[in-house]
């Protein structure tokens, strides 16, 4: 499994149309193959900043999958005019199994 992580920095007074359109933008990630969930967290400390988690089954399922899809220029349409600067994405490998 995958962990995609992005923080988003949306643009003040525009949190509460944010949340809405990500509610629509939701269902076009959630319908990829090889998704497995995702959750959206507020700051406490900067109200206009967001972490997204996004769980994939593989690298290729979100890189491909879902950024060369049609599902993902709707995405794009929704939530991209929001973001100040543009968020960084990073992929993680699954958690390390560490002896402690």
């Avoid at 491909?64 to 993680?92: D, K």
Wanted: glycine share 4%; proline share 6%; net charge negative.
């Amino acid at each position: 499994m995958i962990l995609e992580v992005a923080v988003l920095d949306v643009r003040e007074g525009s949190e509460a149309a944010f949340e809405a359109a990500f509610a629509q933008a939701r269902p076009l990630i959630a319908a990829t193959p090889g998704f497995i969930d995702l959750a959206l967290r507020r700051c406490i400390e900067t109200p206009g900043r967001y972490l997204l988690t996004v769980n994939w089954r593989a690298l290729e399922d979100h890189t491909i999958g879902f950024r060369q899809s049609t599902r993902y220029e709707q995405w794009r349409e929704l939530l991209h005019g929001f973001y100040e600067p543009f968020p960084h994405v990073e992929h993680y490998a699954a958690p390390l199994e560490l002896k402690y």
